[in-house]
């Protein structure tokens, strides 16, 4: 997966002004998995990738596929449809009022249901997301992502809390393991190993989070 993301410019990092990703972490590299959307090779390998990680990691196959608003939306239909399963997605709040009130395409009620998404750095979207699909009925035990940042303190600690397994198909860690043509510029790597030393460190020397704010779990 970290091959795919890097062949298909994905993986941006920058060597000035870093990203502040949506948890308020800053970052020097930044992931849009995005772009592999638009590319139907990258993208049947993705789904490809995805369907054999659900097939491993699961201990029972899932009844559904819900697909997170928005990114996590067109990768959740793709394994619908590879999988033979229907498909639901779940708004990141309520939309009006009513237990399916986060929840689109159908009832989960007693349902094994897949949460899929694009990436995850802290955990703090899931939350919301296994929330709306558990308040519809849903059981959800699983949560899929293409790239998980791995590098930030509270995500383990959120999806424990919540009873989610995360299941994700590469990490920075992974991207740094990718060797050939496709690899990063060593300029680029040796930006990236520092900020993976240290990312707290990091983040609150560039402008972002310093701490962990007690999340709302």
Not at 33 to 52: D, F, S
Request: with cysteine; proline share 6%; charged share 20%.
């Amino acid at each position: 997966m970290a091959r795919l993301l890097l062949e298909g410019g994905a993986v941006r990092v920058s060597h000035e002004q870093p990203f502040i990703l949506a948890a308020g972490w800053a970052s020097p590299a930044y992931v849009d998995v995005r772009l592999l959307i638009g590319e139907p090779r990258l993208r049947r390998a993705a789904a490809a990738l995805a369907v054999e990680a659900i097939r491993a990691a699961l201990p029972e196959p899932p009844e559904a596929v819900a697909g997170a608003e928005t990114a996590g939306i067109p990768w959740a239909a793709w394994l619908a449809e590879a999988l033979d399963l229907p498909l639901r997605y779940v708004r990141k709040r309520p939309l009006g009022i009513g237990r399916n009130a986060q929840v689109e395409g159908g009832s989960v009620e007693g349902m094994r249901v897949l949460l899929v998404d694009d990436l995850m750095t802290d955990g703090s979207s899931k939350a919301a997301f296994a929330r709306g699909l558990r308040s519809a009925g849903a059981a959800v035990t699983h949560a899929l992502c293409l790239f998980h940042h791995g590098t930030f303190p509270g995500g383990a600690e959120r999806m424990a809390h919540l009873g989610l397994e995360l299941v994700a198909l590469a990490s920075w860690r992974d991207v740094l393991a990718v060797d050939g043509a496709a690899a990063l510029p060593e300029a680029d790597r040796a930006v990236l190993g520092a900020f993976l030393a240290d990312p707290v460190g990091w983040s609150a020397a560039h402008g972002g989070r310093a701490t962990l704010a007690r999340p709302a779990l």
